[in-house]
Every structure is written in C-alpha cells, then in structure tokens.
Nanobody
C-alpha cells in the first residue's frame, strides 16, 4: 500500500517562500508520477504540479508557473515543491498524490492520481 507523508507547510507573508516535502513508501514499480494539489476553503481541489519519476519531466498549473518548482530525490523517494513569491491566493491545504503506472509527463488532473497524503496547510498573509 502506497503511503505519502507531507511536511513543510506553515505561515508566511506575501512574497515569501516555503518548501514542501512528500515522502513516499510502499511501492517498487519505477514508472510513476507524483504531484501536488491544493484545496482552498470553499473551493475544489486543483492540480498544482506533477513530475514523472523515471524521466523527471514536469507539468504546472498556469497560476504557479515561474513561482513554484517541483523536484524529486529518487534515492529518498521524496518529492519537493519549492514555492517562491507566494501570494495570499496560494493559501490552501496542499496534498501530495501518487499515480502508477505512469509513463510520461502527467497533467495535474485529480482523477489520474489514486493515492493521496493527508495534506499540509500553507497560509500566506498580505
């Protein structure tokens, strides 16, 4: 059973930075994708970014392009989300997600990901 554990959330002022981490376990197949999603109060969960585990290709929501960077450390089975130039509208619960099998760049679409972490809160104040 795949398990995902997020960390790194917190409170920051607008313009600041945070780095989220997601440690994954419970799988052996190497062709996977991992992603970050977020859900603000009263809104639907939306995709933020994804990364293809075997090749490293990435996909981003237009709203975070140029500010957020997804990366991975395959030796540690960990995915990161570096968030810079944070805005109040980035405030949300951030979830790590896992998709397997995955054979290339994955769009950040909820229905494609079958495993989810518990989430970590990010709050950006103006």
């Amino acid at each position: 059973q795949v398990q995902l554990v997020e960390s790194g959330g917190g409170s920051v002022q607008a313009g600041g930075s945070l780095r989220l981490s997601c440690a994954a376990s419970g799988y052996t197949y190497r062709y996977n994708c991992m992603g970050w999603f977020r859900q603000a109060p009263g809104k639907e969960r939306e995709g933020v970014a994804t990364i293809y585990s075997a090749g490293g290709s990435t996909s981003y929501n237009d709203s975070v392009k140029g500010r957020f960077t997804i990366s991975q450390d395959n030796a540690k089975n960990t995915v990161y989300l570096q968030m810079n130039s944070l805005k109040p509208e980035d405030t949300a619960m951030y979830y790590c997600a896992f998709r397997s099998p995955c054979y290339g760049t994955s769009p950040p679409e909820l229905g494609l990901f079958g495993y989810w972490g518990q989430g970590t809160q990010v709050t950006v104040s103006s």
